[in-house]
T-cell receptor, first 116, second 112 residues
Framework: DTEVTQTPKHLVMGMTNKKSLKCEQH?????MYWYKQKAKKPPELMFV???????INESVPSRFSPECPNSSLLNLHLHALQPEDSALYLC???????????????FGEGSRLTVL | AQKVTQAQTEISVVEKEDVTLDCVYE???????LFWYKQPPSGELVFLIR??????QNEISGRYSWNFQKSTSSFNFTITASQVVDSAVYFC?????????FGPGTSLSVIP
């Protein structure tokens, strides 16, 4: 079983909807990440939180809004998405506070998002 | 610039055959880490191995082995006696001073 839990596993939403993706880890990791993965492509980094503060934003459109309520939880709020935003959204965590220093990223199984 | 190349897009092998997945990287940094991840159809990325730039020792873990050669900037991954459960997409990745860079991935199909 994965130690990073993502919900929901599947989400279908319209372009005017507001929804959220959730991620939880209980490994005591201090860095958490959101990645976007299109079919047959590698994951692309979106955001990094280090010690509950946003440390990296890879120029992601504002219709994606991350939130880290505490060190175990990471949310991704979605609003006014486009069909091209349909993808697998992966959450990850690591022990270190900076992505560059990570020994190992632990990934969740992902949330598969479809925007109609 | 940092870059990871996995020249093999798709590989098919028959069960019990050995298979090597190639990974070539580019970086100007002297300190970096290399990784291999497995992504089965379930979607989760599973960590397989990490190597730092100062450790060129090859490693074996069960049926898996890794060959790190700085001289050729390669970090190849060999599966011995492949099994159907090895079918997945495998990503080689590089970290340096700012971010993780994934290669494009190699899709491995092991046919029974």
């Amino acid at each position: 079983d994965t130690e990073v839990t993502q919900t929901p596993k599947h989400l279908v939403m319209g372009m005017t909807n507001k929804k959220s993706l959730k991620c939880e880890q209980h490994m005591g990791h201090r860095a958490m990440y959101w990645y976007k993965q299109k079919a047959k492509k590698p994951p692309e980094l979106m955001f990094v939180y280090s010690y509950e503060k946003l440390s990296i934003n890879e120029s992601v459109p504002s219709r994606f809004s991350p939130e880290c309520p505490n060190s175990s939880l990471l949310n991704l709020h979605l609003h006014a998405l486009q069909p091209e935003d349909s993808a697998l959204y992966l959450c990850a965590s690591s022990q270190a506070g900076a992505e560059v220093d990570t020994g190992e990223l632990f990934f969740g199984e992902g949330s598969r998002l479809t925007v109609l | 610039a940092q870059k990871v190349t996995q020249a093999q897009t798709e590989i098919s092998v028959v069960e019990k055959e050995d298979v090597t997945l190639d990974c070539v990287y580019e970086t100007r940094d002297t300190t970096y880490y290399l990784f291999w991840y497995k992504q089965p159809p379930s979607g989760e990325l599973v960590f397989l191995i990490r190597r730092n730039s100062f450790d060129e020792q090859n490693e074996i873990s069960g049926r898996y082995s890794w060959n790190f050669q700085k001289s050729t900037s390669s970090f190849n991954f060999t599966i011995t006696a492949s099994q159907v459960v090895d079918s997945a997409v495998y990503f080689c990745a590089l970290t340096s001073y700012d971010k993780v860079i994934f290669g494009p991935g190699t899709s491995l199909s092991v046919i029974p």
